[in-house]
């Protein structure tokens, strides 16, 4: 999962979290360094997953959420875990386990330092690093995302459109990733410690949709709920991710 939830689970000391069973009532689980707690979260059960992440970083303001949204409460096949609202687990419906054991949230945070593993880590990480900002891939991935994938795709003629009947979008110019960045992206975003940052913030000024900022669309929410449903408004693409974010549902299967 993308983010940084998986940074602060570590410092919280821990590797992995394993849940067993089921709560007699809606709950989130806070894991820190002084250990875990269960806590109610009746008030949190139907909110969407920007909701209650809002509320719950209040509580625990050095924390990352991983939540669910009225998805997964209710076992959709396809929901969402979220975190850090525009990351998510997806595709294999893991917010309906959570749903199903009464679980709205995960909130992870400590104080525990996290050591390498090898002595020169930090010496590889440099070398690493140069290779990577040097490649002309990892340079475009940077620059426009994994929205780069459209027009490529379109171009080798398997963007999935109109339910599968093609692998060409006509109109595939106007949801790409570089009239995106052209028009409305503002900022790069990075999960925790990642270079490439290939996650951008956009906002779209003008038409039905002004005043929405949102971080995404990637390339496969874009072709699923754009070209795929024969859609060729970028704005509309970006607003249906985000109910589909807030609710915890896969992008790529609501397409
Ligand atoms: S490339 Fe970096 S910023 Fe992009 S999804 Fe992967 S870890 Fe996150």
């Given at each position: 999962?993308?983010?940084?939830?998986?940074?602060?689970?570590?410092?919280?000391?821990y590797?992995y979290?394993?849940?067993?069973?089921?709560?007699?009532?809606?709950?989130?689980?806070?894991?820190?360094?002084?250990?875990?707690?269960?806590i109610?979260?009746?008030e949190?059960w139907?909110k969407g997953?920007?909701?209650?992440?809002?509320?719950?970083r209040?509580k625990?303001?050095?924390a990352?959420?991983?939540?669910?949204g009225p998805?997964?409460?209710?076992?959709?096949?396809?929901?969402n875990?979220?975190?850090?609202?525009?990351?998510?687990?997806?595709?294999?419906?893991?917010?309906?386990?959570?749903?199903?054991k009464?679980l709205?949230?995960?909130?992870?945070?400590?104080?525990?330092?996290?050591?390498?593993?090898?002595?020169?880590f930090?010496?590889?990480?440099?070398?690493?690093?140069n290779?990577?900002?040097?490649?002309?891939?990892?340079?475009?991935?940077?620059?426009?995302?994994?929205?780069?994938?459209?027009?490529?795709?379109?171009?080798?003629?398997?963007?999935?459109t109109?339910?599968?009947?093609?692998?060409?979008?006509?109109?595939?110019?106007?949801i790409?990733?570089?009239?995106?960045i052209?028009?409305?992206?503002?900022?790069?975003?990075?999960?925790y410690?990642?270079?490439?940052?290939?996650?951008k913030?956009?906002?779209?000024?003008?038409?039905?949709?002004?005043?929405?900022?949102?971080?995404?669309?990637?390339?496969?929410t874009t072709a699923?709920?754009g070209?795929?449903?024969g859609?060729?408004?970028?704005?509309?693409?970006?607003?249906?991710?985000?109910?589909?974010?807030?609710?915890?549902i896969?992008?790529?299967?609501?397409?």
């Open positions: 999962i993308g983010g940084k939830f998986g940074h602060r689970l570590k410092r919280a000391g590797d979290i394993l849940v067993r069973g089921k709560a007699d009532s809606p709950c989130y689980l806070h894991v820190s360094s002084e250990g875990c707690e269960i109610s979260a009746t949190l139907g997953t920007f909701e209650t992440e809002e509320i719950l209040q625990h303001p050095k990352e959420v991983a939540s669910i998805a997964g409460e209710n076992l959709v096949t396809f929901a875990i979220m975190t850090d609202k525009s990351h998510m687990a997806g595709r294999g419906g893991a917010g309906a386990v959570m749903g199903s009464n709205k949230a995960v909130v992870a945070g400590g104080t525990f330092k996290i050591n390498s593993v090898h002595d020169n930090k010496e590889l990480t440099r070398t690493f690093r290779k990577v900002q040097n490649d002309p891939g990892v340079q475009n991935r940077h620059r426009i995302g994994t929205m780069m994938w459209v027009n490529m795709s379109n171009q080798a003629g398997f963007l999935p109109r339910n599968y009947q093609s692998g060409v979008f006509e109109s595939a110019e106007e790409s990733g570089e009239k995106m052209e028009e409305n992206t503002y900022a790069h975003r990075a999960c410690g990642c270079l490439i940052a290939c996650g913030a956009n906002k779209f000024d003008e038409g039905k949709y002004a005043g929405l900022d949102v971080e995404g669309p990637e390339y496969e699923l709920l070209s795929n449903c859609i060729q408004n970028l704005a509309a693409v970006a607003k249906a991710s985000q109910l589909c974010d807030d609710l915890g896969d992008t790529i299967t609501s397409g």
